[in-house]
């Protein structure tokens, strides 16, 4: 079975580049289209095309759904997905790296932990005399 690497490969290599020509042809194609008036293209014989405005529409288009997607979709999916604030997991999970199984010597420094929430609060918000 093969490995599922990202590494680059002969085949990968080859299939880029055929990507590669046929994304930069497809992109003459399109220019040409939209460059070359149609009485030329008709004297040609090249006669069934779309109408000039697609040329003009389309990338329109697809760049005003790249922006509803970021500034809209995209951070509406984000909240869907966070929990709420009440949640028990906006506070721990379960890499929490707890401090309280480990002996720490007097004057020593502890090891990196992380701290409860409940001694955060006494911290911050119980009176300190």
Not at 86 to 95: A, E, I, N, Q, S
């Given at each position: 079975m093969p490995e599922h690497t990202p590494a680059p490969t002969p085949s990968r290599a080859v299939y880029g580049f055929v990507l590669y020509l046929c994304c930069y042809s497809a992109l003459a194609l399109y220019f040409v289209w939209a460059i070359i008036p149609d009485s030329f293209l008709h004297s040609l014989g090249l006669t069934y095309w779309p109408q000039k405005y697609w040329a003009i529409a389309i990338p329109i288009h697809v760049g005003l759904a790249i922006?509803?997607?970021?500034?809209?979709?995209?951070?509406?999916?984000?909240?869907?997905?966070?929990?709420?604030?009440?949640?028990?997991?906006?506070?721990?999970?379960?890499?929490?790296?707890?401090?309280?199984?480990?002996?720490?010597?007097?004057?020593?420094?502890?090891?990196?932990?992380?701290?409860?929430?409940?001694?955060?609060?006494?911290?911050?918000?119980?009176?300190?005399?």
């Open positions: 922006a509803l997607f970021g500034a809209v979709i995209y951070p509406a999916i984000n909240l869907t997905m966070t929990p709420p604030l009440g949640d028990l997991r906006t506070v721990t999970d379960p890499h929490a790296v707890s401090l309280q199984d480990k002996m720490v010597p007097e004057g020593g420094i502890p090891p990196v932990s992380d701290i409860p929430i409940s001694q955060v609060c006494r911290h911050l918000y119980m009176d300190p005399n």
